[in-house]
Structures are given as C-alpha cells and as structure tokens.
C-alpha cells in the first residue's frame, strides 16, 4: 500500500511513523497492487486523539475512525476494525465469484463472522422542494441525523445531514 499520513494540529513522530508504516504493512496481503491509496488522518482534538484510516480499492472505500486517548491506543483499536470490514468485504466478493477464497489467517482479529445484511424496514415519504437552508430549519425540527429534499437550486436530491461536531453538513450526490 502507498501510505499518506496527514496530520492536523498533530506533530507526527518518527516512532509513531514507523509503527504506522508496519502494522499497515500487514494489510497488505488483501491488496495485490502495491500502489493501493491508504490515507490515514490523525487530529488533536484537545485531551483525545482522532485517527481515520481510509483505503480506496477499485473504486471501494474501506475506512475505520477512531477517538482515544493516544494515537498507539487509536492504531490498536483502528486496524481491527479495518481487516473485519475488508475481510466481510472480500466474504461478501467470494461469495459473487469475483474473488478466489479467504487470505489465510488474519493479523488482527481472531474471529470474523459474515452476516449477510438484510433491509429490516422500508420507508416512503415525500421530498418537498426547498433550498438547503430551509432543509436545515426543518432537520432541527424533525430532530433526526439527516434530512432528504429536492434542492430548488439544482434540482437534485439532496441529504442535509447534523454532523458529529453539531454544525450541518450538505450531501450533494453526482454521477461520473
């Protein structure tokens, strides 16, 4: 994997790096091309540390977030999350015959289940017309994480979302 270690308000040591560098070393098995993207984001947030390891593979976005203590605790806690999700990742491929069968054994966790996924509930509901602002005003009032709307100004479907730190964040889906 190609590793991007960005820091923000995080002075990156040169222990911290090398770590970094060989426990995602071990990832590498479950990617073949050696130019995989890897970025990972670590961020001071005060009296804790963020780590977001992200890895884009063939147009597939595996990402693992993580809040701790310190960013050892944080590598400790994020890369297990990570092997799972690209471990039910692969399952899930096997099992469509795109891929050949599991990678050996796995560095990080000990027992992975796959449970297939399965729509508990579907819902329908009306998308109203509106500008991103008043999507906004009515996801304070429907006190819910998100907010689907017609935005009058591109005519698309749009999400309004409450975002971790509070403020509100706009989803702007496209096509390529």
Same mark, same amino acid.
């Not at 994997?1 to 426990?23: F, G, H, P, S, W």
């Not at 999700?85 to 491929?93: G, T």
């Not at 996924?117 to 579907?122: D, G, H, S």
């Given at each position: 994997?190609?590793?991007?270690?960005?820091?923000?308000?995080?002075?990156?040591?040169?222990?911290?790096?090398?770590?970094?560098?060989?426990?995602t070393k071990r990832l590498d098995k479950y990617f073949p091309d050696a130019n995989t993207p890897c970025k990972i984001l670590l961020t001071d947030l005060g009296r804790q540390c963020k780590m977001e390891v992200s890895i884009n593979f063939h147009g597939t976005y595996i990402r693992s977030e993580v809040?701790?203590?310190?960013?050892?605790?944080?590598? *400790?806690?994020?890369?297990?999350? @990570? /092997?799972?999700?690209?471990? !039910?990742?692969? #399952?899930?491929?096997?099992? =469509?015959?795109?891929?050949?069968?599991?990678?050996?054994?796995?560095?990080?966790?000990? *027992?992975?289940?796959?449970?297939? @996924? /399965?729509?508990?509930?579907? !819902?329908?509901? #009306?998308?109203?017309?509106? =500008?991103?602002?008043?999507?906004?005003?009515?996801?304070?009032?429907?006190?819910?994480?998100?907010?689907?709307?017609?935005?009058? /100004?591109?005519?698309?479907?749009?999400?309004?979302?409450?975002?971790?730190?509070?403020?509100?964040?706009?989803?702007?889906?496209?096509?390529?």
């Open positions: 994997m190609k590793l991007d270690i960005v820091a923000k308000n995080y002075r990156v040591t040169d222990k911290l790096e090398q770590i970094l560098t060989a426990k809040v701790g203590d310190t960013m050892y605790y944080n590598i *400790d806690a994020c890369l297990p999350k @990570l /092997e799972r999700q690209i471990v !039910k990742h692969r #399952e899930k491929l096997s099992k =469509s015959h795109k891929l050949p069968d599991r990678v050996g054994d796995y560095e990080f966790v000990s *027992d992975v289940e796959v449970t297939p @996924l /399965e729509i508990a509930k579907t !819902k329908r509901f #009306e998308c109203a017309r509106m =500008s991103a602002v008043e999507a906004a005003e009515n996801l304070e009032l429907v006190d819910h994480d998100f907010y689907l709307f017609v935005n009058v /100004e591109t005519g698309n479907v749009e999400a309004v979302y409450r975002r971790k730190d509070g403020t509100i964040g706009l989803l702007q889906p496209y096509i390529e």
